[in-house]
């Protein structure tokens, strides 16, 4: 079982739609976790943080529930330029800790 | 600055070749990452360096994927022999270490696009 499951996709919605997307994580000492966007034939990038007390960052919201190991993102408003990959990642987070990545969900904007 | 510089961006090439990847960090960043992308698997590290030193090797396939990076500046990854299922792209990342504090931000460079037939 891998350790960070995503839902493939690809979620197709129209401009303006609001989408959410869930990660589980199957290690319980996974301290720090993020999301990172991957464009179609390019390299990941950073997205955002995600923190215990849910954070957000303009149209993006990412939230934590420990309780049942996952995370969420949500877009609001979605614009053509948000189609992309979005990997989920979780670290341990202990002396020197590695990134474990999703396989992503792709996610569709179309017009 | 220049991001995290990998060469060369395509390589083709035939079963039981050697492959040599290259990767320049991000200058003044500590930490070095090799992953591999799949449809199939996602992306998985294959091996981690801090301060030049291997670190993390335990997802190198085999032994026919070795990483070396002698100095602060300079990264490779071989493959020999090369196999048709090593195809795939291959990332550097780079990132500067708090020594584990929290994770620290990974910049990736434009990867690899490998095609072993």
């Known amino acids: 079982r891998k350790e960070v499951e995503q839902d493939p996709g690809p979620f197709n919605v129209p401009e303006g739609a609001t989408v959410a997307f869930n990660c589980t994580y199957s290690n319980s000492a996974s301290q720090s976790f993020f999301w990172y966007r991957q464009d179609c034939r390019k390299e990941p990038k950073l997205l955002m943080s995600?923190?215990?007390s849910g954070n957000e960052d303009g149209r993006f919201t990412a939230q934590l529930n420990r309780a049942s190991q996952y995370i969420s993102l949500l877009i609001r408003d979605s614009k053509l330029s948000d189609s992309a990959t979005y990997l989920c990642?979780?670290?341990?987070?202990?002396?020197?800790?590695?990134?474990?990545f999703g396989k992503g969900t792709m996610l569709l904007v179309s017009p | 600055d220049a991001g995290v510089i990998q060469s060369p961006r395509h390589e083709v090439t035939e079963m039981g070749q050697e492959v040599t990847l290259r990767c320049k960090p991000i200058s003044g960043h500590n930490s070095l990452f090799w992953y591999r992308q799949t449809m199939m698997r996602g992306l998985e590290l294959l091996i981690y360096f801090n301060n030049n030193v291997p670190i993390d090797d335990s997802g190198m396939p085999e032994d026919r994927f070795s990483a070396k990076m002698p100095n602060a500046s300079f990264s490779t990854l071989k493959i020999q022999p090369s196999e048709p299922r090593d195809s795939a792209v291959y990332f550097c990342?780079?990132?500067?270490?708090?020594?584990?504090?929290?994770?620290?931000?990974?910049?990736f460079g434009p990867g690899t696009r490998l095609t072993v037939l």
């Open positions: 990642v979780a670290s341990l987070n202990s002396g020197y800790s590695t990134l474990t």
């Open positions: 995600v923190y215990s």
């Open positions: 990342a780079s990132s500067l270490s708090n020594a584990g504090l929290s994770p620290d931000t990974q910049y």
